[in-house]
Structures are given as C-alpha cells and as structure tokens.
Nanobody, 119 residues
C-alpha cells in the first residue's frame, strides 16, 4: 500500500508564501506523475500543478507564475512552492501520485493539508 503524507500547510497573509511537501512511502517500483490538487468549500477538487517523472509540468492558469512544482525522485517527494498567495488560494491541498508498487499500479491521494490565506 502506498501512502502519501503532506506537510507545510498553514495560515499565511495575502502576498505571503508557503511550501508544501508530500512524501510517498511503501514498496514503490516506479513513481510516475505526481501532483497537487485543491478543494475549497463548496467547490470541486481542481488541479493546481502536476509533474511527470521526466519533469514535464502542468499548471492551473490561476497559479501560473506564482507556484512552482518540483520533485525529488530519490526521496519520493513532491513539493509545491506557492508565492504571492491570494485569499482565493485558500483550500485543502491534496497530493496525488501514480506509479507501480509491489501490489501493482497505484493512484494514491494524501489526507490533505489546509492552506488559509488572510486578507
């Protein structure tokens, strides 16, 4: 079983920065896409940023130029650097990872970390 553990959320003032981390654990043979999603109250979960194993990235239009996704394959960890945060960035942020584990293909989600942005 592959588990994802997020950290780094919290309360920040508008214009501030936060760095989220997500570490994967378990017997993982290969990590493919890793990414971050968020869900605000009353809204659907949406993509924030995603990175392939090879390093290609996809960003939501709303965070382009402000957020940067990165990953350390050796540490099985993905990061999200969020800058110039806005009140509308407030949400629960979820990590997602896909790949191959000892049990076969997996598509796992973390438990979520809260990001609150005060205006």
């Amino acid at each position: 079983q592959v588990q994802l553990v997020e950290s780094g959320g919290g309360l920040v003032q508008a214009g501030g920065s936060l760095r989220l981390s997500c570490a994967a654990s378990g017997t993982i043979f290969r990590l493919d896409d890793m990414g971050w999603y968020r869900q605000a109250p009353g809204k659907q979960r949406e993509l924030v940023a995603r990175m392939t194993r090879g390093g290609s990235t996809t960003y939501a239009d709303s965070v382009k130029g402000r957020d940067t996704i990165s990953r350390d394959n050796a540490k099985k960890t993905v990061y999200l650097q969020m800058n110039s945060l806005k009140p509308e960035d407030a949400a629960v942020y979820y990590c997602n990872a896909q790949g191959i584990s000892v049990r076969g293909p997996f598509d796992s989600w973390g438990q979520g970390t809260q990001v609150t942005v005060s205006s």
